[in-house]
């Protein structure tokens, strides 16, 4: 349920009528719209906010793992548009059996290191990506350091 006055933001109503479907749920606090959006659908959604809303700027895109919660991971997407001095949060919640979702790289090429670290912190795949590997951890680690059930020393 969208909350009405989520509902009348015109970020929000653009997404309810070119993808009826791919709001999960929403909040506005402090002024910043936060929308929770259909993993399915995210690289749709992009491609509206980016040609319909102007949101041509992608900042970040992370993750939170939510350990042992299901859906386990969050990928949170920074989104601004310029010409009205505007932030946009997306967020795509994934369940912890071999988590995916749908490159960005094809609406922002910025997403791409943002991704790869992603995947290399938290082991979250990008379907699509164009050269998914590593960014900052060796070739050979095991593993993902920024999972909550990584052992602090390593695996031994």
Request: aromatic share 8%; net charge negative.
């Amino acid at each position: 349920m969208i909350p009405p006055e989520v509902a009348a933001t015109p970020d929000a109503a653009t997404l309810t009528e070119l993808a009826p479907t791919s709001i999960v749920d929403a909040k506005l606090e402090l002024g910043e719209l936060t929308l929770v959006i259909d993993p399915g659908q995210i690289l749709t959604v992009c491609e509206i906010l980016k040609a319909r809303r102007g949101y041509a700027y992608l900042s970040d895109v992370t993750a939170v793992d939510w350990h042992p919660s299901e859906p386990r991971f969050e990928v949170v997407y920074h989104l601004f548009c310029h010409e009205r001095k505007q932030p946009l949060r997306l967020k795509c919640r994934l369940g912890g059996d071999q988590p995916s979702i749908a490159s960005v790289v094809p609406v922002w090429g910025a997403a791409n290191w943002c991704e790869r670290e992603v995947f290399d912190l938290f082991g979250i795949r990008f379907a699509g990506h164009p050269h998914l590997r590593r960014l900052l951890m060796p070739i050979d680690w095991e593993g993902h350091p920024l999972c909550k059930d990584y052992p602090v020393t390593g695996y031994r």
